[in-house]
């Protein structure tokens, strides 16, 4: 990413904005004034077309502006541990996503169409991530 990795902490440190920049989520309802300190949370509406659930995200580790480490839950569909790491990077931000189904949907992730559609969902969720830190840090010089 061409932005700090302090501008994409920011743009992780409002829960607001994870109903935009993570494919899926749709609605972020509720969140902890603390977000992302380990165990706050947020509570979102997740799903495609008419299949959707409410649940919430918590916050497992965090360490601004390099780490964050969270528990994403869509009950009855399943939970995931999502991991981001910034690593500045030729003037900007190289940002790795890991996401690894936990629970029953475990197994999913030995499934190679899953693996593709997790791949290519988020990809395009660090793109708008992206969008999001560049605003923010647009926002900063101004």
């Given at each position: 990413m061409t932005v700090t990795p302090e501008s994409v902490w920011d743009a992780l440190a409002d829960p607001g904005s994870y109903g935009y920049w993570v494919v899926g989520s749709k609605v972020i309802s509720d969140a902890d004034a603390d977000w992302p300190a380990p165990g706050s949370r947020f509570h979102h509406t997740v799903g495609v077309g008419p299949l959707k659930t409410s649940d919430h995200t918590e916050a497992l580790e965090a360490a601004r502006p390099r780490r964050l480490a969270m528990?994403?839950?869509?009950?009855?569909?399943?939970?995931?541990?999502?991991?981001?790491?910034?690593?500045?990077?030729?003037?900007?931000?190289?940002?790795?996503?890991?996401?690894?189904?936990?629970?029953?949907?475990?197994?999913?992730?030995?499934?190679?169409?899953?693996?593709?559609?997790?791949?290519?969902?988020?990809?395009?969720?660090?793109?708008?991530?992206?969008?999001?830190?560049?605003?923010i840090e647009s926002s900063a010089r101004s």
């Open positions: 528990r994403a839950k869509a009950r009855p569909l399943g939970s995931a541990r999502v991991e981001l790491t910034m690593t500045p990077k030729a003037g900007g931000t190289l940002v790795e996503m890991a996401e690894n189904p936990a629970g029953f949907t475990s197994a999913l992730v030995l499934n190679p169409i899953v693996q593709l559609l997790t791949r290519g969902r988020n990809a395009e969720s660090l793109a708008r991530l992206e969008e999001l830190a560049l605003r």
